[in-house]
């Protein structure tokens, strides 16, 4: 097979087509430390200007080698346009949401007036748009993004969403499909911009928060009209041990499901997913990519790709103290894994 351009192997993985090798690329967070003093980049300067973010985004497309640029570095971006704080964290601590709009009741809540207009969500859409200037049409962009589960958890607060979960159905019911709406706005105003894949990170989704029987009952319906309603390739990353909600991972429409190394085995979670979804991981971020060593990232990776992972990604968000090394590791292996 002649060799692809990135985007065309990245797509065809995701959507099950023949490839000509896996791709290596991260679905998750990808600043470091490293390349935000080697490119004059930091946070928390670079979740807010494009320019910055996407100075940084690039870097490491370009200096380890990852065959994809993903933008932005948080789960914050959509929370805070629909008006939760922010605390924008620190070089090497992500921002996060410190207060809620609707805490108690869902009294007064409404989609903001030009929502697309507030926060950084401008600042992500130019840097999207500086980027494929910058790389052209042959390097995938990946949008990521907070999913409908984690942003009604921060418009109401985990404690009250998981207080509705158990005792106020139509709380959750309420805040859930609202949530829905706005991230299916968002992530169609990055494929307009121009991202290539939309990459949704829905941790409070996850078994350790919320049981398998609440994910099929109330969770799944609105990840898949997430998933039909947004006009791109789409992956779902759910942290934990999804090995209990994987199956009902697979029906919810997304072409990629993102895991963790604490799924196990590669092989079993692809004959759960069959030809429903492809399976993108499984390297850990705090076990593997960040303390190393090399050999043992090398190793980790050849096993995935024995295994058959379809891309070949970090399990969850690279920690930003990471070394540039240990990121390029997992991109030789590959290339050596065909060699």
Known sequence: MDEMTLKERLLNALEGKKVDKVPVCSVTQTGIVELMDKVGAPWPESHSD??????LA?????????????????????????GCEVNMGTKNRQPSVIAHPY??????????????DKGRIQ???????????????????????????????DLASVKSFMKWSLKKPELLHQVLDF????????????????????????????????????????????LQKFSSNVNSVTVLHICGNVGPILNYMAD?????????????????????????????????????????????????SKKALEEGVDVLAPGCGIAPMTPLSHIKAMVEARNEYYA
């Open 123 to 153: 600042a992500v859409l130019d840097s999207i748009k500086i980027i494929r200037e910058k790389v052209g049409p042959d390097v995938p962009i990946i949008g990521g993004m907070e999913g409908p589960v984690t942003l009604a958890s």
């Open 50 to 55: 494009p320019e910055l973010m996407a100075k």
């Open 252 to 300: 919810c429409g997304f072409e990629g499901l993102s895991v963790e190394e604490k799924v196990g085995s590669i092989k079993k979670a692809k004959e759960v997913l069959g030809n429903r979804a492809r399976l993108v991981g499984n390297i850990s971020s705090p076990f593997t990519l960040l303390p190393g060593p090399i050999d043992k990232i090398k190793e980790e």
């Open 179 to 222: 949530a829905t709406e706005a991230t299916i706005s968002y992530a169609n105003s990055m494929v307009l911009a121009g991202a290539d894949v939309i990459s949704v990170a829905d941790p409070v989704a996850s078994p350790d928060l919320l049981s398998p029987d609440s994910f099929k009952s109330e969770l799944q319906s609105r």
């Open 58 to 82: 690039i870097a490491n497309y370009e200096l380890s080698g990852l065959e994809a640029v993903r933008i932005p570095y948080c789960l914050t971006v959509l929370a805070e346009a629909m």
């Open 103 to 116: 805490p108690k009741d869902l009294e007064g809540m409404e989609m903001p007036e030009n929502m697309l």
